[in-house]
């Protein structure tokens, strides 16, 4: 159980109405600072990367397959699990109904 005390809707509001100003200013602070990570300068990529696919071994090149956008993914898996981690599994298991063909 815990200590929390029942209140009216009056209290409820005058509790509420500050948390919600503080919830919409994280909100505009996480906007603002994603908007400047997304400015954020490019960087080429110099080295020739090889991947193992399903198919063969594909260049980073070769993985973009003609398209203008790559999704990639850190994957977690240890040499001692059998498994991967629950929530990369979860996020990679979403990833063929994201796909969009183009």
């Not at 997304?38 to 020739?48: A, H, S, T, Y």
């Not at 260049?59 to 973009?64: A, G, Y």
């Not at 994957?75 to 990679?92: E, I, N, V, Y």
Request: hydrophobic content about 35%; overall charge negative; aromatic content about 10%.
């Amino acid at each position: 159980m815990t200590d929390r005390q029942a209140g009216t809707c009056e209290e409820w509001l005058v509790t509420r109405l500050p948390l919600l100003e503080a919830e919409k200013e994280l909100t505009r602070r996480s906007d603002e600072l994603a908007r400047r990570r997304q400015q954020l300068p490019w960087v080429g990529i110099d080295q020739e990367y090889v991947f193992d696919t399903d198919e063969s071994e594909q260049s980073l090149r070769d993985l973009f397959a003609g398209r203008s956008q790559l999704l990639v993914y850190h994957f977690m898996f240890r040499p001692t699990w059998s498994a991967g981690g629950p929530t990369c599994t979860l996020h990679t298991e979403s990833f063929d109904r994201a796909v969009v063909q183009s």
